[in-house]
């Protein structure tokens, strides 16, 4: 069950409050077209016109959730987002052609020639691509179905005061001290190398030597001289590569 709600497929009315926003946004279309007597319906009698129009609008209203759910999923990427509500509008005409036909005949009392259903199956379509895309525009993917933002690396809670905000460079170890390497200047904090590399995960960086971890942007040079590496950093600071972690290093391409 976990899975299968996880996989949920979002459409614009997956909420009650999308729901109600549909209906509603369905019955203000449909007195519009009622009052402006759209395609052909102006010489009906008000009083046939108006149910007529509202009716099939919220009939489309009500069916349309169903549709929409084969075509959006929860998080999905913006790209492609028409193509579906194109999909939605000719799933939608293909099954609503035949109700429309058969509410134009029992309302409004003009029975529809075999002859003239391609032309209702495209007035359909357009109505329900408008009325698709008017729903999409205004829900958009629901908050909740994007992925939250990570939290920062735990270690930047550990920053002094005077280097808040600051970028990290480099963790350096001085004996039971480690020297911080930053946008905003150095500083010392007492902690073990060991454990700050742990806390750094989510910054892109690594550990160099046994003494230094440098992020990668960090990095303005690398250089070799006699089959060993050799970083240069933002600040000027020289920092070796020992060769236990100059493989990974080449791999990753950072010297």
Do not use: C
């Amino acid at each position: 069950m976990a899975n299968e709600d996880a996989d949920r497929r979002w459409s614009p009315y997956d909420s009650p409050a999308g729901w109600v926003r549909g209906l509603a946004i369905a019955a203000a279309v449909g007195l519009f077209l009622a009052f402006s007597g759209a395609f052909g319906t102006g010489e009906a009698p008000a009083a046939r016109r108006y149910p007529y129009w509202v009716g099939l609008l919220l009939i489309g209203a009500l069916w349309g959730p169903f549709v929409s759910r084969l075509f959006f999923r929860p998080g999905e990427p913006r790209k492609g987002v028409w193509l579906r509500v194109i999909a939605v509008a000719l799933v939608l005409a293909a099954t609503l052609t035949g109700v429309v036909a058969l509410a134009t005949a029992v309302v409004l009392g003009e029975r529809m020639p075999l002859a003239r259903l391609p032309w209702l199956f495209s007035a359909v379509a357009a109505i329900s691509g408008a009325m698709t895309a008017l729903n999409v525009l205004i829900s958009g993917p629901r908050a909740q179905d994007a992925a939250p933002a990570p939290a920062p690396p735990k270690f930047l809670e550990r920053l002094p005061l005077k280097l808040r905000g600051a970028e990290v460079w480099a963790v350096e170890a001085e004996d039971h001290y480690l020297r911080l390497h930053t946008s905003k200047g150095q500083d010392l904090i007492l902690l073990r190398l060991s454990d700050a590399v742990d806390e750094l995960q989510g910054l892109e960086g690594a550990q160099v030597h046994r003494s230094w971890w440098v992020a990668r942007d960090a990095i303005v040079d690398a250089r070799r001289n006699d089959g060993r590496a050799t970083l240069t950093l933002k600040d000027g600071s020289e920092v070796p590569v020992s060769r236990t972690y100059a493989r990974e290093l080449r791999e990753k391409g950072w010297i």
